[in-house]
């Protein structure tokens, strides 16, 4: 589908919640905005991501239609339980009050500019697909899966972990595990946020943004908020800070510590590269610091695998396990890189190639279907060999060259590891310290 068509799909949608709502039929009215908002999330993901111009201009939109989402949730919630549902219907006005109180302008300006952390899109990654990593994955369940399964496992003095952190190398899957969290938690709210979301130019604006995100938090509990970089928010406190840095710490510790709030089923999870660079107020409120290693050698093929997806190979189960021998200093990130460029190779092989022959294979439009006629990239000496290029090639006619584990050596040999010796020590010394392994 088309970016315009798919835009326009949204746009239609939530016309229609507009109608609905104006019409006081909520139920559906929420539906629509909720479905609306899931387009214009595809639109900011897959058509207009080069785009900030349109991002920006969809995100503050969004922010208003979540908004009022939440409104009406609220609403019709509070219309069920009241005398068994049987509640008379009043107005919820177009500001999303329903008039029994007067709402504060200003925290409906910050929830709006944090509307597009609420991840809506679940991203559809899974615990099997994050390699190696067991007890990072242990801990990230007890926090977020069990307590929302079992709330009765958790009650007296068994409570949840409510503050996790997520170090180590770049590359190494802490993003990647936030994902998985993010989907797995299917009833929870995935607040997604950098830095950059909660600091503003204005004087006091960026200590009410990180407030607005726990209220934010705390309203749609059980909920995660996601910080990715914390250390660039959170960094040592020093005496020659700005006093706006200084309240930005302040207000996060204040916050996290829940101090006259009730931060019950609201995680912080959090994500850094250089855990000591952290103020160690912030280090003690993240009471699990999960170190995030390179990936060990069976974690490395598994990995291969994964990236290797379906698509078309020569590769046994003998050269995954040699790719993930020959690999070692190398994260997740590195290994994908090498994968993608291997990838590449039937490509080039494609450009490069003056000769092509004629062999068996499936279509293109149904698999199923074996053709006689597929042509293939081949050598000028082969018995079959026709001269042509790519260019000659019929669209509907080019047979996929397979990846070899010469492309993947090939492909490793020019790709180096991110990670080095010294950056690896320092993550050692901190975990010997402050943290434990993944």
Not at 126 to 140: N, Q
Not at 250 to 277: C, H, K, R
Not at 337 to 344: G, H, K, Q, S, T
Not at 404 to 430: C, G, I, W, Y
């Amino acid at each position: 589908m088309s970016g315009g068509s798919m835009m326009d799909k949204a746009i239609n949608i939530v016309k229609q919640a507009a109608e609905e709502d104006k019409n006081k039929n909520y139920a559906e009215a929420l539906r629509l905005y909720e479905s609306g908002v899931e387009h214009f999330l595809h639109v900011i993901k897959y058509e207009a991501k080069d785009n900030n111009a349109i991002k920006r201009s969809i995100r503050e939109k969004c922010g208003g239609y979540l908004h009022r989402a939440e409104q009406l949730k609220k609403y019709l919630a509070d219309e069920k339980s009241s005398n068994g549902g049987k509640k008379k219907k009043k107005e919820v006005k177009a500001d999303g009050s329903d008039g029994s109180d007067d709402e504060d302008p200003e925290k409906k300006k910050f929830e709006n500019a944090l509307s597009g952390a609420i991840v809506v899109e679940k991203p559809n990654v899974s615990w099997t697909d994050v390699a190696g990593l067991h007890d990072a994955k242990e801990s990230l369940k007890e926090a977020v899966i069990l307590p929302i399964k079992f709330p009765h496992l958790f009650t007296g003095k068994r409570t949840p972990w409510r503050g996790i952190l997520l170090y180590g190398p770049p590359g190494t899957g802490k993003s990647y595990l936030a994902k998985a969290v993010a989907t797995e938690a299917n009833n929870s709210t995935f607040l997604s946020v950098s830095s950059a979301d909660l600091v503003s130019k204005w004087l006091g604006e960026s200590e009410k943004m990180v407030k607005t995100l726990f209220g934010m938090a705390r309203d749609q509990r059980p909920s995660i908020i996601f910080i990715d970089e914390v250390d660039s928010l959170c960094g040592a406190r020093s005496d020659n800070e700005s006093e706006a840095s200084r309240r930005v710490k302040t207000e996060f510790l204040v916050q996290m510590q829940g101090v006259g709030s009730d931060n019950d089923n609201v995680l912080v999870l959090g994500a850094t590269n250089i855990p000591w660079q952290l103020d160690s107020a912030i280090r003690r409120r993240f009471e699990r610091r999960i170190y995030i290693p390179l990936p060990e050698e069976a974690a490395r093929s598994v990995m291969f695998k994964l990236h290797l997806g379906d698509t078309k190979t020569e590769l046994t189960e003998k050269d995954i396990r040699e790719l993930g021998k020959m690999t070692e200093g190398y994260s997740g990130a590195d290994i994908g890189i090498v994968v993608r460029d291997a990838l590449m190779e039937p490509v080039r092989k494609v450009q490069k190639a003056t000769h092509f022959k004629r062999v068996r294979g499936p279509s293109h439009e149904d698999p199923n279907i074996i053709m006689d006629d597929m042509l293939i990239p081949c050598s000028p000496g082969d018995p079959a060999a026709i001269e042509m290029s790519w260019l000659n090639v019929p669209g509907d006619k080019l047979l996929e060259p397979p990846v070899t584990m010469t492309m993947m050596r090939k492909a490793k040999a020019s790709t180096r590891p991110t990670v080095n010796q010294s950056d690896l020590k320092k993550f050692e010394e901190f975990t010997k310290d402050f943290g434990m392994e993944g």
